[in-house]
């Protein structure tokens, strides 16, 4: 649980490293801030319930067949944050749009032995996460790959 604060201090101090966002944006980019952190938890322990509070059904959909082939081959996925930067932020009263330039690192270890199964990989991202509110709270509506 140390890992996720820490790692939730640090995307904090590099989203808003030399920028002058408003509360609103600084709000929306927290929830991604909180999405990440989660993401990771939930890839290590294959629990798709985790997400349940800041996530939609439509979000939960799209990550549900990682999660189901971690479980079916007993594994886990161990992920890194690389880099992380909020690029732009457009908040209106139900929908954001957070734009990222993310770099994370990826691997499959075997829930058992602790033996990695899949090799580290590095990936970079330039992300659109849109996010709408629901009960005054905002959610992971969907993630759009700005690289394809």
């Known amino acids: 649980m140390s890992r996720i604060l820490i790692v939730s201090l640090l995307l904090g101090a590099l989203v808003f490293a030399g920028c002058s966002a408003s509360k609103e944006e600084k709000e929306v980019a927290g929830v991604i801030q909180n999405y990440l952190s989660l993401m990771q938890v939930v890839y290590d322990r294959a629990d798709l319930s985790l997400l349940y509070p800041i996530a939609s059904d439509k979000e939960l959909k799209k990550v549900f067949p990682t999660i189901q082939a971690l479980q079916a081959t007993g594994n886990r ?3 890194e944050i690389l880099e992380f930067k909020v690029k732009a932020a457009d908040v209106q009263p139900s929908r954001a749009t957070v734009t990222t330039a993310e770099k994370w690192r990826f691997w499959w270890v075997d829930e058992k032995s602790g033996s990695i199964t899949k090799q580290k ?14 009960d005054n709270r905002w959610k992971v509506d969907y993630i759009r790959n700005r690289n394809e």
């Open 77 to 79: 996925m161990k992920t």
């Open 121 to 134: 990989s590095e990936e970079s991202y330039h992300l659109e996460y849109n996010l709408i509110k629901v």
